[in-house]
């Protein structure tokens, strides 16, 4: 791998990530550093390690809604169900 930039962002060749993808990947976890995966010396991908507490979905809308009325009886009677068809 070698460095670039200021930011210290390692890169390594399409080929090379291929071969050694779950070593890469526990580094990047690991040390927090974001590797530039590049095809014939070009950029084509980023690896970056996961920011838990922005990506997080669960309970993500925790606390933003209520229930209000009865939420297990039917929304319409017997006899609304008639009059419907």
Not at 10 to 23: D, E, H, Q, V
């Amino acid at each position: 791998m070698t460095m670039v930039g200021l930011a210290a962002m390692k890169t390594i060749p399409a080929g090379s990530f291929k071969a050694r993808c779950l070593a890469i990947m526990d580094e990047v976890k690991a040390k927090r550093e974001t590797v530039v995966i590049t095809k014939h010396g070009e950029p084509v991908a980023k690896l970056v390690p996961v920011d838990r507490a922005a990506d997080e979905i669960f309970g993500f809308f925790r606390g933003k809604g209520s229930i209000t009325g009865d939420v297990v009886s039917p929304a319409l009677s017997p006899e609304d169900w008639g009059n419907l068809g």
